[in-house]
């Protein structure tokens, strides 16, 4: 059962242009989502958050939007750089869940992304 | 990043042989986890601690174990390696649960 699912398993665009990344997710109970980039022979590094009371966050070129109806939510980084080329995982956590959640992430399956210069 | 290190960084083993790898921090963090990557799957829970000698499972445990006998150390072993335990393991570490990790560079497992 993926709670959470990113659809896409890879997307090019040219450098310059608008990157869209999406996540679904299935599970109400999740509160809190993080987008994680990950070069390869590294660890996923920590991108950008939202908490389930927002529906937009912003940090420089990178932005999230949460719309909790539809339970999706999606990574805009605007302009794309070549360097921003990386696998892009969003996750989610249940900060509120009776306190039993210990921080637990679950993870959507990855999207590759290529910038071309 | 320096406030985590894992250990081995590759390794190659024998099916039905044990294996433990390590992961060490250095930021005195409460909260610890072993997640595994594979391609299609994303990145899926094993183990997870809370607190020293506080550990419980995740979604995809069975043929793992953990130890934590100090709050810098987990430790996960697989008890008798599967070829389907290939994968690349990351550990995890986090002050504030919930609110994001910061992920150790892995343990490339080739069980053969």
């Known amino acids: 059962d993926q709670q959470v699912k990113q659809n896409s398993p890879s997307l090019s665009v040219q450098e310059g242009r608008i990157s869209i990344l999406n996540c679904d997710y299935t599970n109400s109970m999740f509160d809190y989502f993080l987008w994680y980039k990950k070069y390869p022979a590294e660890g996923p590094t920590f991108l950008i958050s939202i908490s389930s009371i927002k529906d937009k966050n912003e940090d420089g070129r990178f932005t999230v939007f949460l719309n909790k109806s539809a339970k999706h939510l999606s990574l805009h980084i605007v302009p794309s750089q070549p360097g921003d080329s990386a696998v892009y995982f969003c996750?989610?956590?249940?900060?509120?869940?009776?306190?039993?959640?210990?921080?637990?992430?679950?993870f959507g399956q990855g999207t590759i992304l290529t910038v071309h210069p | 990043d320096a406030g985590i290190t894992q250990s081995p960084r590759h390794k190659v083993t024998e099916t039905g042989t044990p294996v433990t790898l390590r992961c060490h921090q250095t930021?005195?963090?409460?909260?610890m986890y072993w997640y595994r990557q594979d391609p299609g799957h994303g990145l899926r829970l094993i183990h997870y601690?809370?607190?020293?000698?506080?550990?419980d499972k995740g979604e995809v445990s069975d043929g793992y174990s953990v130890s934590r006998s100090k709050t810098e150390d987990f430790l996960l072993t697989l008890e008798s390696a599967t070829s389907s335990q290939t994968s690349v393991y990351f550990c995890?570490?986090?002050?504030?649960?919930?609110?994001?990790?910061?992920f150790g560079s892995g343990t490339r497992l080739t069980v053969v």
């Open positions: 601690s809370y607190g020293v000698k506080d550990t």
């Open positions: 996750a989610a956590s249940a900060l509120n869940a009776g306190g039993t959640s210990y921080g637990k992430l679950t």
């Open positions: 930021e005195n963090h409460r909260y």
């Open positions: 995890a570490i986090a002050g504030t649960p919930g609110y994001g990790y910061t």
